[in-house]
């Protein structure tokens, strides 16, 4: 994997096409393999890494690119998936049944209500008074981690949304992306848990302009 290949393209990143989705879920699922939110819901056995993919297979199939806009590099390692903000809230019973499937294989039943915590207080703490566009995800290949690739597919989709005048919002579950994404002018709005027992989240929004 040619590494400065990818930060280069990602500084003008393309929509992924339905050609490029086995691409894009094998690369979100290597980006999150450590992510705190997945360690605590995902299943804890052998199964693990074919799960995440699965996992990640279906969220794009059923919602990231029917939905949503993902952004990647041409040549590949990385992607980032943008909802629009009415595609927010509760999603319609076929899709949920879709999907369940490929959750309770991520999960398994130990852990499923551990998935369902962290909806709620994601769906709790999302502002939802304003329009604006939802970073669902944004993950980089491991090998091309630290190397400017997601800062550069950030600064494209910054350049975008302040030409429409559109804030963006995002969860993310570590001090390193919020320092990350406060770089590229997003603040924290709030600091939350999902349980007692689960990792932090922060919530962040930007303005346009990064105000």
């Known amino acids: 994997m040619d590494v400065d290949a990818i930060r280069h393209a990602a500084e003008t990143p393309v929509q992924a096409t339905a050609d490029d989705l086995p691409e894009v879920a094998q690369t979100l699922a290597d980006a999150f393999a450590v992510d705190p939110h997945l360690d605590w819901f995902m299943r804890a056995d052998s199964r693990r890494d074919a799960a995440r993919l699965a996992f990640f297979q279906m969220l794009i199939r059923e919602e990231g690119f029917p939905s949503g806009r993902i952004d990647r590099p041409a040549s590949g390692g990385a992607a980032a998936i943008w909802m629009p903000f009415d595609w927010l809230g509760p999603l319609p019973i076929t899709t949920e049944l879709r999907g369940l499937p490929a959750m309770l294989r991520a999960t398994g039943l ?3 209500g551990r998935l369902l915590a962290i909806r709620a207080d994601m769906d709790k703490h999302h502002p939802m008074d304003r329009r604006h566009a939802y ?3 944004l993950g980089v290949a491991p090998v091309a981690q630290g190397r400017g690739v997601g800062s550069a597919l950030l600064r494209a989709a910054n350049a975008r949304l302040d030409a429409e005048g559109l804030p963006a919002y995002l969860e993310t579950g570590t001090t390193r992306n919020v320092a990350l994404y406060e770089r590229h002018g997003f603040k924290v ?11 932090t989240m922060w919530s962040m929004w930007r303005e346009p302009g990064g105000g």
Do not use: G
Not at 190 to 197: G, L, M, N, P, V
């Open 189 to 199: 709005l709030s600091e939350h848990k999902a349980r007692a027992d689960a990792p």
């Open 135 to 137: 970073l669902w995800f």
């Open 110 to 112: 130990a852990r499923f």
